[in-house]
């Protein structure tokens, strides 16, 4: 299993989600901070990055006006 579809599972067991969204989340995340996908999944799954801090950054993103 890649490290993305890992990430995609921790996304999805923390926050409730539905797995097909879990990656829209992470590539949203990835965009706003500059960073490589496979960087940010590596650190979701290791624990250096907390599932939370995601989530919530997308959550942020979606209620911004113009999203």
């Known amino acids: 299993m890649s490290i993305i579809e890992q990430a995609k599972g921790v996304l999805a067991q923390a ?3 539905p797995i097909d969204e879990t990656f829209a ?3 949203a995340y990835c965009r706003a901070h500059q960073a490589r996908l496979t960087d940010i999944a590596r650190r979701v799954v290791t624990g250096a ?3 939370a801090n995601v989530l919530h950054a997308d959550a942020a993103l979606r209620s911004q006006p113009g999203s």
Do not use: K, Q, T
């Open 15 to 17: 926050g409730g989600l």
């Open 25 to 27: 989340v992470l590539r």
């Open 49 to 51: 990055l907390e599932p």
